[in-house]
């Protein structure tokens, strides 16, 4: 199922296709059906769609639910796909546009424990791509789960502070927020001093969207029905 907005636009299908559109009844050609597996973030990064694929494939689970993570670079006007990134950890899910660059987070692995509860299973990454050097990674921050509790992880999508200065985590399986100094890619509130923004207990999760306005953070507790 999909819908033509414009005369000529990008859009997802539900296999996870890029489409062309232009304005007709007809889906045109996908740019590429074999390169992505289960992709999750797209954004706009000057000429480029900048599109996260988290290689997410649950029949191969003898390995691990995720194939290694990548990023596609798009060109907009020939959907030519002129590059693609290894992410430095798994199942990159979220795309910011901010200042010039596209901030890719990488989740880590994500799976249900013996108590039900979703945790971590594996450590999350920042990966940072400027317009201007489309090549490679302008850095990589490390994003590590936390070792005592499994919940603390799963980082979600970043929020960038109007300056540039600062970007703000969620979490997708914890009531968390993790702050990162992206002008020296060290982490200010890590997995062992996160921001709890809303009471939690230990038998149950939490999620926590972020966004930023006017100089202000916003924090949505999916989970606890609240808004900080």
Known sequence: MWRSFSRHFVCW????????????DEAPP?????????PAGVGVLGPYLIVSDTGFDPQ??????YHPGRVFV????????????????????WVTIAHNKAYIVSSGEIAF??????????????DVLDISHIDGWERSIALPRSKTDPRLGAF????VSPDGTLGYLGSGTMAAVFVVDLRNGSIL???????????????????????IFDDTLYVLGFNHDQLC
């Open 156 to 159: 979600g999508q970043l929020a």
């Open 189 to 211: 509130r890590g997995t062992d001093d996160p921001i709890l923004p809303v009471p939690h207990s230990e038998a149950e999760n939490g999620q926590t969207v972020l966004r």
């Open 60 to 65: 191969r689970s003898s390995e691990g639910d």
């Open 113 to 126: 424990g013996e108590d039900g509860l979703a945790v971590a299973t594996s450590d999350g990454a920042l």
């Open 13 to 24: 299908g539900w296999l996870g296709l890029v489409w062309a559109c232009q304005g007709t």
């Open 74 to 93: 798009v060109e907009r006007t020939t959907q030519e796909i002129v590059q693609v990134l290894a992410t430095s950890a798994q199942n990159p899910q």
């Open 30 to 38: 996908a740019i590429d059906q074999t390169p992505f597996i289960s």
